[in-house]
């Protein structure tokens, strides 16, 4: 079968490699689409390394049961699914407190092991769950991670309705915490991002206030939207550092002692420092993937029409373009929500 595999900085090719064969507890899914996340961007351009290499990038999938190994019992070939790419024990503590993504055994599909940009994948059956009839291939890729990791983000916000919430980076995590803020009633909603094109789609989704620190004040612009007080909560979604300071900064009241919530999303490859004063009686939470839980509950919400995600599905191209899906999300001279690839 076809897969996307990474061999190294910039290495990126389209193998053939052996079809894989369900082994116990575990489910062959035929992948009908995947999508590109920018960690898989991120491999590519050395920011980060895989477990492994060579290895299948993508952990974002959807596709059909192909076939189920000995004890599987809650799936069967032909049903719809959507990747869970988080690969739990079940049984560790954290996995019996429903938080399957602290699991103390836990691997990531895409980066400790083969993952969604190929023909097929086995994963164990708790990582697969069931995709509702009315959400497309595409929608439930882009649901196993962009849509999932925002929600999961903002329930780590705690936010209220009424709230302020500042999101830093519109890329496709960024432009569905914009989503999320609006459908859980915050009151203002701000999008930061460099690229204009990604404000744009900000607005789309719902934001209040778009701004682009190369010609706005983003400190001064919230201190001017929230009367001094701060921003209740800063999603950082970028992985940029100096975003960072921005977020941690624009929680900050005036007085020095209101302040709210960053939640940082973004991986971050230099350390975080801050200062006591920085977050007094407020909250630095990093946020680490989404729980199982989480996934079903933003499926539903898709199925029910709760929220619209389809202004995410901004490019389709075919397994063997990966690299053009690669480059449109390293050039940024477009709006670019997910690139979903075409794995069938």
């Excluded at 092991?113 to 882009?142: H, K, M, N, Q």
């Excluded at 649901?143 to 209220?160: E, F, K, M, N």
């Excluded at 094109?197 to 209040?208: F, I, R, V």
Aim: aromatic share 4%; proline share 3%; net charge negative.
């Amino acid at each position: 079968m076809r897969a996307a595999r990474y061999h190294g900085e910039e290495d990126l090719r389209i193998d053939d490699v052996d079809r894989p064969a369900p082994e116990a507890d575990e489910v062959l899914v035929n992948l009908r689409a995947a999508s590109l996340c920018g960690s898989d961007v991120n491999y590519l351009t050395g920011k980060t390394d895989p477990a492994s290499s060579p290895i299948t990038l993508g952990h974002e999938g959807a596709g059909v049961v192909d076939s189920v190994g000995d004890g599987v019992d809650h799936v069967t070939a032909g049903d719809r699914v959507v990747i869970h790419y988080v690969e739990s024990c079940g049984t560790c503590r954290p996995c019996s407190r429903g938080n399957d993504n602290r699991c103390r055994n836990r691997q990531s599909v895409g980066h400790h092991v083969d993952g969604t940009f190929a023909e097929y994948i086995a994963v164990p059956e708790r990582a697969v769950v069931t995709l509702p009839a009315g959400v497309s291939f595409a929608e439930g890729s882009v649901a196993g991670c962009a849509v999932s990791t925002a929600y999961h983000a903002l329930q780590r916000a705690d936010i209220d309705p009424g709230d302020t919430v500042v999101v830093f980076g519109a890329g496709g995590v960024g432009l569905h915490a914009v989503l999320w803020a609006e459908s859980l009633g915050a009151g203002t909603t701000i999008a930061v991002d460099l690229a204009d094109p990604q404000l744009d789609a900000a607005e789309t989704y719902g934001a209040d206030v778009t701004l682009n620190p190369e010609r706005d004040d983003v400190l001064e612009r919230v201190a001017a939207a929230t009367d001094g007080w701060g921003a209740d909560a800063a999603i950082e979604c970028s992985g940029s550092s100096v975003a960072m300071a921005q977020a941690v900064d624009a929680i900050n009241g005036d007085n020095g002692y209101e302040s709210g919530t960053v939640v940082s999303v973004g991986i971050q490859t230099e350390d975080i420092s801050v200062g006591f004063g920085d977050v007094r009686e407020g909250q630095l939470r990093v946020s680490g993937d989404h729980r199982r839980s989480e996934l079903m509950e933003v499926l539903t919400l898709l199925e029910t029409g709760s929220v619209d995600i389809s202004p995410t599905l901004t490019h389709e191209v075919a397994l063997e373009n990966l690299q053009e899906g690669v480059d449109l999300v390293r050039e940024g001279e477009e709006t670019v929500g997910r690139v979903v690839v075409d794995t069938s």
